[in-house]
Each structure stands twice: as structure tokens, then as C-alpha cells.
């Protein structure tokens, strides 16, 4: 199967069956990074241009790894040395980059819709590493990476989200993904941080985190944004984590032995108690590792082979 599209903005337009052919190339990918010399020569002469408006850790430094790994140039656009703090337009950016001749953008905007405006600018491919409240979809790969290495597959699979779902481009993202590969999803929050609108997803929703825990074969915790607790969106962490923190005792109620997620950063003791962070259970170092093998992945399809044979 070959690789169709220019850009990877969302999950929206992915059918099941491409997003089984990026984690197949992923796993081909990941065998790479076990290597004692992890350097290719695939993207020589290839030019990835690192464009994050926002702030990040794991997301830009697993692109640019990714990126060197595979030989291809890379450089990073520091917005807040650019001229974007002189008043310069996303539309004029675009056209610099476009002067450039760069061969892929990964761009991290704050706004809604800002990767799907490069990608109408722009004749280089673009991937979005997170706009706004909309989407994070190679968050979403690399969760779906891990489960598929721990969980076998996805059919009939039941995986919890809870947390913030309002704000989260990472929930929407696993949601309609996780949807069209066969899996059952349900989304938990507090009622002001999970409208009843999100049910357009086609998921389950609930405000109980203890009454759809039971079958339960991955839960996922987001991280809670703070700032939101002074717009009065929740009454107190206490609260909070008395009814939605994950703990070992909460996680018992899945009757079985259910993964433990998390995008990071954590708030330890708030989403998930530190002892079940760092128990067998979690597999939030996997998701980490899986992170660069996806985008890895990501970076080939879309200015590489385009398929999904072997990298050698």
C-alpha cells in the first residue's frame, strides 16, 4: 500500500487501513532505534523545518531526532527570537518558508486550524504537531503504537480517556482514531470538562470514572490544566482527585490487567497516582519511545518512499 497524502494534519481523513500502514512502518522504524548506530542515509538532502509556536519537550526533540535519524537537515524556527514577535503573519511566514524550499514543516500553533492553513500555503508537506483545541494526531499514533504492541490489536478493545476532554486536541485525536480501528471509547470528565456535544465522536461519555472502569483494557490520563481551576471549571484538586485521579485501588475495579497511559506532562498525584506511574502497569516510557519510531515513520511516508517496506 502507498502512501497518498501530502500533509498529515488531523485523524479525520485517515481510513483504518492507513493508519495500520504508518504504525506498520513505525514497527520497521523502531527496529532501527534498537541499533548500536542509529543513522541512515534514507532523507540525505531531505530539509525538515521545526516551526513550534508553543512550547515542548517530547514532541520537538522526538521530531528532530527522528528527522537526523533518517539524514535529513533539520532546522528549528524560534518564535520567540523570530519575526513573529515583530508582528509577522502566519501568512508571511508561510511564504518565507516557502523562499526556502524546505521539503517538510512540523508545525505547533495555538490556534485551531493554523497546519491546515501552511498546508494550503505551502507546496512542502506539512504535519501537525498539535493546533489548539483541534488536533495532535502523532500523539494519537504513538498511543495507538503502544496499545497495539501491549493490547495485540484493537477490536472490541475498551479504552478509557479521562481527564480535560474539553481542551484536549490529544482526547479528540485518540477518539476518532481509536474509533475507526475497531476499539470502544469512552471519555470521562467533570461535567464542565466534558460537554455533551463530544458525543459526535461517536463515543461513550461519562461523568462516573468508577462505573465504566470495569473491562476497562487501556486508561489513559490527561494532564489537567491548572489554569483552568481560576476560570472555576472544577472546585478543587481535592476533589478532583478524589473522583478521577487514577490510582492502584481505582484501577482494580477493570477486573483485569489494564495498561496505564499518559501524553505527558503529569501532574503526579492529581491524574495518576505516582505509585501506579511507575508501576508494570504503565507504559508511559513505551509511549515516549514509540513517539520517535512514529514520526520517524511519519517523516518517510511523507518525504521518503511512501511506502511501507523496510528502511535499510
Not at 158 to 165: E, H, T, Y
Not at 192 to 203: A, D, I, K, N, Q
Request: aromatic content about 4%; hydrophobic content about 40%; charged content about 25%.
Amino acid at each position: 500500500m502507498k502512501w497518498m497524502y501530502k500533509d498529515l494534519l488531523d485523524m479525520d481523513k485517515l481510513e483504518g487501513k492507513e493508519i495500520e500502514l504508518i504504525l506498520e512502518t513505525a514497527v520497521s522504524m523502531k527496529e532501527i532505534l534498537g541499533r548500536p548506530i542509529k543513522k541512515l542515509p534514507t532523507l540525505r538532502g531531505k530539509s525538515v523545518l521545526l516551526l513550534f509556536y508553543e512550547s515542548s519537550t517530547r514532541t520537538r526533540t522526538s521530531f528532530e531526532t527522528a528527522a537526523k535519524i533518517l539524514g535529513a537537515d533539520t532546522g528549528n524556527i524560534a518564535v520567540a527570537q523570530s519575526s513573529v514577535t515583530k508582528g509577522e503573519s502566519l501568512l508571511d511566514t508561510a511564504r518565507t518558508l516557502q523562499a526556502m524550499n524546505v521539503d517538510l514543516v512540523i508545525v505547533r500553533h495555538s490556534g485551531s486550524g493554523a497546519a491546515q492553513f501552511l498546508a494550503d500555503e505551502l507546496s512542502a508537506s506539512v504535519i501537525n504537531a498539535g493546533d489548539g483545541q483541534h488536533a495532535h494526531p502523532t500523539q494519537a499514533l504513538l498511543d495507538f503504537l503502544t496499545m497495539k504492541e501491549k493490547l495485540g490489536g484493537f477490536q472490541d478493545r475498551k479504552i478509557v480517556i479521562v481527564g480535560d476532554i474539553l481542551h484536549s486536541r490529544v482526547a479528540r485525536s485518540n477518539a476518532i482514531g481509536l474509533k475507526k480501528l475497531g476499539a470502544e471509547v469512552v471519555l470521562v470528565g467533570p461535567p464542565t470538562l466534558l460537554p455533551p456535544e463530544m458525543s459526535y465522536l461517536g463515543v461513550q461519555t461519562s461523568y462516573d470514572l468508577d462505573s465504566v472502569l470495569e473491562g476497562a483494557d487501556a486508561v489513559m490520563a490527561l494532564r489537567l490544566q491548572l489554569e483552568r481551576q481560576q476560570s472555576g471549571l472544577f472546585p478543587s484538586l481535592r476533589e478532583y482527585r478524589e473522583l478521577y485521579c487514577l490510582t492502584p485501588e481505582r484501577l482494580r475495579k477493570t477486573g483485569k490487567e489494564t495498561i496505564i497511559m499518559h501524553p505527558g506532562p503529569m501532574n503526579r498525584g492529581v491524574e495518576i497516582a505516582g505509585e501506579l506511574a511507575d508501576s508494570p502497569l504503565s507504559v508511559i516510557e513505551e509511549q515516549v519511545t514509540n513517539g520517535v519510531a512514529v514520526r520517524m515513520a511519519l517523516i518517510y511516508l511523507l518525504i521518503g518512499g511512501g511506502t511501507n517496506s523496510v528502511v535499510d
